[in-house]
Each structure stands twice: as C-alpha cells, then as structure tokens.
C-alpha cells in the first residue's frame, strides 16, 4: 500500500486541474490511516486536504513529519514539548476564540422525552464530575497517568492549570452556552455551514442543566 507521501505526489500528476476523491492512504505512522479529502489550489501551491479520524492522529502525523500542520489539542502538544523541546509552532488557541468549552449531550428527541429522568440523571452526572475534576487536581492527574499510556505527573501538572483551570474545559454550573450557541448558529449561516436560519432554542433545551443546577445549587 502507498504511503502518504508516495501518495501526495501521484495525486500532484494525476489531479492538479481537479479534486481529489476521498480515498485511503496507509501512512507511515504506526496504526494512522489518512483520508484524502480534496485537492486545493491556494495561489502559486498545491495544498492536499487530509482527514485523520482524532486530534491524535492529526498530532501523530504533525510530529512524524507527514504533514505540515493541523488543529489538534492542548493536551496532546506537551508531551511533545516534554521530549521533543520547543519544535511546535501553535497559530492559534481555539479558546481565545471561543473561551466557552461546551460538554453537552446529544440524544434522539422522542428517546429524551420518553427517558426525562435518566436524561437529567446524566446531566447531574456531567456537573458531579466537572466539579470533582475542579476539586481534587491530584486524583485527576492520577486518572490521567491511569488511562493514558506514557503520561506522566509533569505532563499532569501542565495540562491541568491549561486545560482545567485556563480553558474552563469541565465548567462547574454545566458548559451550556445559550449565547454562544446563538453565535455559533448565526455564523454558521452566514458563511454556508448550514443552509437555514436557526435559533439556538430549536435544537438545544436548556432545562435540563437549569434543572440539575436546581437539584445541585451553582457553585
């Protein structure tokens, strides 16, 4: 099978007036499958747009070389700066640009009407671990080096004050942003993401988090 790069430039020949078809390309990351998603021409450059399944793979691919940039996560950048030093130039943080960081949960409508309680018994479950993530810094760096393969306390204490403390990542009184959705559904339109006007109240109900912070009191 073709590598990235083995695959880069047979699409350089074979599609340059065009865009590419999606199509899979084993890469030379261990376990990383890439999809190539469309060929653009920016100026005088040739850019192939590529699809990886997670930020993981995106930052895999970064730091192996295969690819030149990507959006990944804080988190996943400082075990590089950890071994590797200060070879990650960052463009940009998503938070400064949108500092609400929402865990919300999704579900089919007539499943939530049809289950009210286990629905707010998850929302209570969500702002019960936002604030013990809050609360004890030591059992969620612990947590972390349990599940992550390779993770290590130092890493712990740098993604905690970003991710936990900076980015507000498990907010204690629930990560539903009314406002922010009223943007995010507003500039969706404009720049064609969506091709109908929508209000934020159409697709998101905020009574089960007002309901769980009822239950809970605000913090």
């Known amino acids: 099978m073709r590598t990235l790069r083995r695959m880069v430039l047979a699409l350089f020949f074979s599609l340059l007036p065009g865009i590419a078809n999606a199509q899979q390309a084993e890469t030379e990351i261990p376990g ?17 747009a590529v699809r990886f399944n997670n ?12 690819i030149a940039g990507g959006i990944s996560a804080s988190f996943r950048l400082t ?17 400064d640009e949108n500092p609400s960081i929402s865990s919300v949960w999704i579900a089919d409508r007539d499943w939530v009407a049809a289950n009210r309680d286990m629905a707010l018994a998850l929302i209570i ?10 609360s004890d810094k030591a059992g969620w760096i612990a947590l972390a080096m349990e599940q992550i393969e390779g993770y290590t306390a130092e890493a712990g204490e740098i993604d905690y004050q970003n991710i936990v403390i900076d ?37 998101v109900d905020a009574s089960f988090q007002e309901e769980a912070l009822a239950i809970l009191g605000t913090q």
Do not use: H
Request: hydrophobic share 40%.
């Open 167 to 203: 980015a507000d990542n498990w907010p204690v009184n629930g990560g539903l942003d009314l406002e922010m959705c009223e943007t995010t559904l507003a500039t969706s339109f404009e720049f064609g993401a969506i091709d109908k006007e929508v209000a934020c109240d159409e697709v």
């Open 79 to 95: 075990r590089i700066r950890l071994e590797d030093g200060d070879t990650i130039n960052v463009l940009c943080n998503g938070r």
């Open 55 to 66: 930020t993981g793979e995106v930052t895999a691919a970064i730091r192996s070389g295969e």
């Open 125 to 134: 479950s969500e702002l019960n671990a936002a604030r013990w993530a809050n």
């Open 32 to 48: 990383v499958t890439a999809e190539f998603v469309e060929l653009r021409l920016a100026g005088d450059a040739l850019r192939l």
